[in-house]
């Protein structure tokens, strides 16, 4: 005999699935998905003057129309990567802390001893910087390590053990990016440890303690430490120190690409000169006063910034605006500390690349090369910011799932 489904209230009951897809964030959604697709456009522009074999050329009209084409490839797969994440409960994922993290440190000290400027790795053809993948293993792996441990022994619970476990898990590859000279990717550990220590129930005194240590260790840090682990890092932000105090720089050498990206935006206005504005408009980038070769991503707020002007700059940071205030709302309804620290590392991973990307354009940041969040062409980087917008989702969707649970036990 045929079944039919339950009826609940005169209907015939939701599947679990369906139920799952009925309670997405929507909001977060949407904004999601409009940012790539501004992100998409804005790529067209920003490299169309990016060099690309024949071929290409030949089959997709424009060197821009290309490199548009290959973000589209990686939004698909980040959407099946945004989708799966979010619908698997959080729960279950976060097991993967300890094996996602050794996987990255292999791929990390792999990768340093690759003669590659850029550091990155290439599986079947689809190439990835390691460093983007340990952040992400890394916050898997905190907000794991500062619910579940306690439950082993209460000396874990400890603010000392505590702050150990973070910073070690934090330390070990911050020190390997900055050794491989990435300080943008390095630089994102910073906030991402804060935001931990705040999330993970570290009392008052011992933030204090530590704040203060850190401010008298840090001229250490800047003058013995960096130049040993970086070579680029303290030019890179002697030059920004030199540029913010108003002294002279040498605009031709060093000092090209704050100084011309910085202009760029500075003199675009509330409109700015145009979507994918010529010479003849004014436009430095289409001039090649914009590093062409990473102005797709790396500069792309720059292009943004000069073709669309104040308006449109405003219109894109109250989009990410919106897409940080949803990852904290989900976070306030989260159903454990687990859930809570995860949304809220996530959210520091996407304010840090944000504020850098967008800070080193109008100089309130050093250059470092990161690209910025579903926006810049970044190849696999994209399919991290949606998988990790996707364990944000996971959170919101599984918030009562414990609630359900106590009450058919009842």
Not at 188 to 210: N, Q
Not at 215 to 228: I, R
Not at 321 to 338: E, K, T
Request: a positive charge.
């Amino acid at each position: 005999m045929a079944t039919w489904p339950r009826m609940v209230g005169g209907g015939p009951a939701m599947t679990p699935f369906l139920r799952k897809i009925l309670g997405m964030n929507w909001v977060l959604v949407l904004v999601m998905y409009g940012l790539l697709i501004f992100g998409v456009f804005m790529i067209e522009s920003a490299a169309r003057h990016v060099p690309v074999s024949k071929d290409n050329l030949a089959t997709f009209g424009s060197a821009g129309a290309y490199w548009a084409s290959k973000q589209k490839m990686f939004v698909v797969i980040g959407s099946v990567g945004f989708f799966a994440a979010s619908f698997v409960d959080y729960r279950w994922i976060k097991w993967l802390g300890i094996p996602f993290y050794v996987v990255s440190l292999g791929c990390l000290v792999y990768a340093m001893k690759q003669n590659d400027a850029v550091y990155q790795l290439g599986i079947g053809g689809i190439s990835f910087q390691p460093a983007q993948l340990g952040i992400t293993s890394g916050i898997l792996l905190i907000s794991w390590l500062v619910q579940d441990l306690p439950k082993l022994h209460r000396w874990f619970a400890s603010p000392f053990i505590r702050i150990g476990i973070i910073g070690v898990t934090a330390a070990v590859p911050f020190l390997m990016v900055m050794k491989m000279g990435d300080m943008g990717s390095a630089l994102v550990w910073i906030p991402v440890s804060i935001v931990a220590l705040l999330i993970g129930g570290i009392p008052f005194r011992y933030l204090t303690c530590m704040a203060f240590i850190g401010a008298g260790v840090l001229p250490l840090l800047y003058f013995v430490v960096l130049p040993l682990v970086s070579k680029r890092g303290p030019e890179r932000i002697d030059i920004w120190l030199r540029m913010m105090e108003g002294r002279e720089v040498d605009t031709n050498g060093a000092a090209y690409a704050p100084y011309n990206v910085s202009m760029a935006i500075g003199k675009a206005g509330w409109k700015g000169v145009g979507y994918k504005a010529t010479v003849e408009q004014g436009s430095l980038h289409a001039k090649g006063f914009i590093p062409r070769e990473t102005a797709h991503n790396d500069y792309i707020f720059a292009v943004i910034g000069e073709e669309l002007g104040f308006r449109g700059s405003l219109l894109l940071l109250t989009a990410f605006a919106l897409l940080l205030i949803q990852g904290l709302f989900v976070a306030f309804y989260s159903r454990d500390v687990s859930g809570r620290l995860l949304v809220c590392l996530i959210v520091a991973v996407f304010f840090a690349h944000i504020f850098e990307s967008i800070g080193m354009c109008i100089l309130i940041m050093p250059i470092t090369g990161i690209p910025l969040p579903l926006i810049s062409y970044s190849g696999t980087f994209v399919v991290i910011c949606m998988f990790l917008l996707g364990l944000v989702q996971s959170v919101w969707i599984h918030r009562n799932c414990k609630l359900e649970g106590n009450q058919a036990e009842a």
